[in-house]
């Protein structure tokens, strides 16, 4: 496989080629991009970057729904040595905070939106009188009605070490920190990834995940082009709305390659048990790339027999680990075999010790899935807290080192230096274990949670729930658990309260709110309790309290919280809110929705959102669609617009 020079190389080689990029926006909503075309596209919005005064080292934020604009924004910004700056676009408060923040750290930054969503910005500054960022926003920003037709811009000419782009992998909204990705870095992972799953230009993918996040870009967009491959793109909110457009469309188009994190398989089965699929044809799928979470071998197995007598073969799944600080993928298993897995002993995943075998079925037994060996240009250790070797079959800290790995944190000098060890190896965060040479992911050692493939800081969430009266910090504990008998990471709260659980429930209806309002986070279960375990030097020992909740020793709790919301009293006197109501317990967990609460403010995700209009449509087709919420956002409201 060839490995380039640079991404300006990638490009420069593709527009040769007789490939294309789809970019798919709805069901009949489609758009097609030569290779040819994009590189002209490029380099003739790179001379109105240039004409803005742009130069080789300032960095462009692209903050835009549209991919076409997404992909053309980021290659002439590469084409002229600017450094792109992917931000996703949020619709929380902390979402927009995060852009400032990182607009913050930029040494010369320009903002790339479109108009109304700079509007938009500019007054969410002047409400909250960030002078700073309001001149960043009135003076540093282009949007399509600031390009001009300056020509063709002038080509850059990269140098390998040189920042090509950095990357704001982690959902955290606090303190953002930017991965710097050079040339020869993602040169070399490319490469790497390549050989792995062995692309070539007679290959088709699809992806539905972000062009803000790795796997989307960097496997699914830059990949494709260096493989010159047809490929597409699908927008990531037509997924959420319509989960089984994917792999209609995969069928379509006869698509080879594929991805999905765990999120992703869970949400199309929710509406294919539902509904079914008709004329389904998978039998040119050769690989579904399975990673950016912990992932589950039951999911995969429901998924995988699911897909079956559509053509889907089991050799297709793929268990890939990596992370944004190497760029993007770190371990492959081996193509054309089956997905496998280690049962363990929970309470045996100790730093330095020996994991013990479990029979499946064993309440302390959990599973995780083997990833494969390491790519080429990269390496893995696993090593005790010391950061000393230990052996195969022992659990311990992953570490790597290799040409795709990060040069360092943008403008962080502290967040570098505690990156990496003594002799240059970079620290994970990642817990894990080399069995019969492969690697097997067991968890984390530092404090983050995965939510929807993207990470979230604890502190970052606990934060937010200390602004509600009486939760101050160090009485609430923010943690990520993924229990056995479920298929997805769970986000727990647990509150120091030591009163009646009826008397908690104003705490829980309070947290879910205020959580999903300022950070888009759906919280699975809030937990009181009497006493929260913290170390000698007073650090909160969340650990101790998640294994708590593993053992067993809340399940009452969480039972006496959750019946009040299967509790069919309190229910609203007209038929169809009281049916609607219900449908909203069904997705709420322990969230009640009253018929007059604003459904974008009690604390339940977008996705949520999204599977209880698809309930709705199956059983009122055709009456109620996701954009219909903005205009009802109510379930009185919903309910006398499906009559009318």
Known sequence: MERYESLTHILRDARDKSREIRFIDGEKDESVLPFSQLWDDATRLLGSLQAHGMKPGDELVIFTRINQKFVTAFWAAILGGIVPVPVAVGISDEHRFKLFRILAQLRNGTLYAEPDLLVRLQNFATENELSDIQDILTNKVVTDDDIVDAGVGALANPDAASIAFIQYSSGSTSEPKGVCLTHNNLTSNICGILEGIQWNENERSLSWMPLTHDMGLIGYHLCAVSAGMDHAIMDTSVFVRRPLLWLQKASELKSTQLCSPNFGYKHFLKLFERKGIDNLDLSSVKLILNGAEPISWDLCETFLDAMEPYGLKRTAMFPVYGLAEATLAVTFPELGSKYSRIMVDRHSLKIGSPYEASEEGSPDAV???????????????????????????????????????????????????????????????????????????????????????????????????????????????????????????????????????????????????????????????????????????????????????????????????????DNDEGLDDDPLVRELELICREFSKERIIGPDDNLFEVGVSSLTLTEIVLAVDEKYPGKLDISDLFDYPTIRELADFMRR
């Open 367 to 565: 599973s995780f899935l083997k990833v494969g060996r390491p790519i080429r240009f990269s390496e893995v250790r696993i090593t005790d807290d010391q950061d000393k070797v230990v052996d195969d079959g022992i659990v311990g800290n992953i570490q790597i080192r290799g040409e795709n790995v990060t040069t360092g944190i943008y403008n962080d000098e502290e967040a570098c230096a505690a990156l990496f060890t003594n002799d240059a190896w970079l620290r994970t965060g990642d817990c894990g274990v080399f069995v019969g040479g492969e690697l097997v992911i067991t968890g984390r050692s530092k404090d983050i949670i995965i939510v929807n493939g993207q990470n979230y800081y604890p502190h970052d969430i606990e934060e937010v729930i200390a602004e509600l009266d009486g939760l101050d910090l160090g009485k609430v504990v923010v943690c990520g658990v993924t229990p056995t008998s479920n298929q997805t990471e769970e986000l727990l709260v647990f509150v120091l309260f030591r009163q009646d659980v009826e008397s908690f429930r104003k705490i829980v209806e309070d947290v879910h709110a205020i959580v999903g309002e300022h950070t888009g986070l759906e919280i699975d279960h809030v937990i009181p309790v009497s006493r929260i375990p913290k170390t000698t030097s007073g650090k909160v020992q969340r650990s101790h309290l998640a294994s708590a909740y593993l053992d067993g020793e809340f399940d009452d709790l969480v039972s006496q919280l959750q019946a009040t919301v």
